[in-house]
């Protein structure tokens, strides 16, 4: 982990309802930047390197169907978890992803979605 | 009876020897060393050469810097070093500009511990919801990455099969340093990562392979991001990535990531390999790049080295 103040900088999405897991990426190279778990179990380098992926894979679409839209969040819903992927900062260098697993029982994923929004907003320049 | 073969003994004499005659040996020495170092807690600089020459810096047994001819560093530009915020006392205080956060020490080594400046006067706006009021600034967040980015790009360059390591310095101090130090062990999982990732990417691209711009793709049904504009404009007659970097001032693992995803939306080709048609669902199985698949890679590799 590259940020050892993990717990302060993810702290907002903590709040989440439900919240599992939270990571921030360097989406371009897949390095884990800091990460928080609230469930053992849950391995976050190999949770952000899926999640960088599927970033990746979006992005070469993206690319190739050239609609002029940008890739704002990934929603995953699994049996027992959502998996909620958001770039903290579209475009721009380095490209920060944001990874939230949360548990599917407990979580409302649009207010999960709305806090996720909010908190990569409130990121200043 | 022993139960090691003769065959089986005699490599291992060779490779406690020579150990540049196995896969990895002299990077994996190297590792060793930086163990050590870290177990030591060792304070100052290991110079390294090789294919490039550089140097690790270590503060309290954990890496604060590094830097190696082949990647780009911080100190070799004053812009880099003013976008980070991060300038060496000297060169500060005749430029004018504030010291970094944290960078309180003349050999600046002292005064490290922490994130210092991360939640800083930059702080962000409250979170509906949370209890925090305020947040990290990303500019503090980029900055700090983008002196991490550049250190273990070095550090992923220097431990090559072809470095070796000289005498330890106790004395030298970095030019500029992370707020808050690396531990060895995490450096050496990113570094084994990357070279996974590499090892996926070799088939099709290496950081110096030279890449051209694929006229035939030149059109307006692409879209790319400004980063990838940005290194598609420097490509121009042919560009190695880490030209590339250099260049640009980016990692050279990053950029070489990017000129092949670059590759596989058929925007760069690499002269006298047949040009991508169908992008990566064309290419073999073993030549698409998976984070994913690198961390597994990675993580069997340490079961390996650990029942070794």
Not at chain 2, 63 to 82: I, N
Not at chain 2, 108 to 126: D, Q, T
Not at chain 2, 254 to 264: E, H, N, S
Request: charged share 20%; aromatic share 4%; net charge neutral.
């Amino acid at each position: 982990m590259i940020l050892p103040e993990a717990d302060e900088l993810l702290a907002p999405v903590m709040a989440i309802e439900g919240f599992r897991l939270g990571c921030l990426i360097d989406g371009s190279t897949g390095m884990v930047l800091a990460s928080l778990e609230n469930q053992d179990g849950l391995a976050s380098s190999t949770a952000a390197a899926g999640a960088a992926d599927v970033i990746n894979v979006l992005t070469l679409l993206n690319g190739r169907l050239a609609t002029g839209e940008n890739l704002e969040d990934v929603m995953v819903t699994f049996s027992d978890s959502f998996f909620m992927v958001r770039p903290v900062r579209r475009d721009q260098e380095p490209q920060i992803l944001l990874l939230v697993i949360a548990d599917r029982q407990r979580t409302n994923l649009a207010m999960a979605r709305r806090l996720i929004r909010d908190f990569c907003a409130s990121f200043t320049s | 009876m022993s139960q090691v073969t003769r065959r089986t003994r005699v490599r291992q004499l060779a490779d406690s020897v020579w150990p540049g005659r196995t896969v990895d040996g002299y990077a994996n020495l190297i590792a060793a060393r930086l163990r050590k170092l870290a177990a030591a807690e060792s304070t100052g600089m290991l110079p390294v050469s090789g294919r490039g020459d550089g140097s690790i810096y270590f503060r309290g047994g954990q890496v604060v810097y590094a830097e190696s001819s082949r990647t780009p560093t911080p100190v070799r530009s004053e812009r880099g070093l003013a976008a980070l915020g991060l300038v060496p006392a000297a060169v500060g205080a005749q430029a004018g500009h504030a010291r970094p956060a944290g960078y309180a020490g003349s050999n600046g080594l002292n005064g490290l511990n922490g994130l210092n400046g991360l939640n800083g006067s930059a702080a962000g706006a409250r979170v509906p919801g949370t209890e925090v009021a305020t947040l990290p600034s990303l500019g503090r967040l980029t900055d700090v990455l983008a002196l991490t980015e550049q250190t273990i790009d070095a550090i992923t360059d220097l431990l090559s099969s072809e470095s070796r390591y000289a005498k330890f310095r106790p004395s030298e101090a970095p030019p500029i340093a992370r707020p808050s130090p690396l531990p060895v062990g995490a450096v050496l999982a990113e570094v084994e990562r990357r070279r996974q990732i590499l090892r996926q990417l070799g088939p099709v691209i290496t950081a110096d392979t030279p890449v051209v711009r694929d006229a035939a793709r030149d059109s307006p049904s692409f879209q790319v991001s400004a980063p990838q504009w940005a290194l598609l404009v420097r490509v121009g007659e042919g560009a190695t990535p880490r030209a590339l970097a250099m260049t640009l001032d980016r990692s050279v693992f990053g950029t070489t990531i990017k000129a092949y995803r670059l590759l596989a939306l058929g925007l760069l080709a690499v002269p006298g390999r047949p040009p991508v048609t169908g992008g990566p669902a064309a290419w073999p199985a073993g030549d698409v790049m998976s984070f994913l698949r690198a961390v597994s890679d990675a993580n069997s590799g340490d079961e390996r080295g650990s029942d070794a």
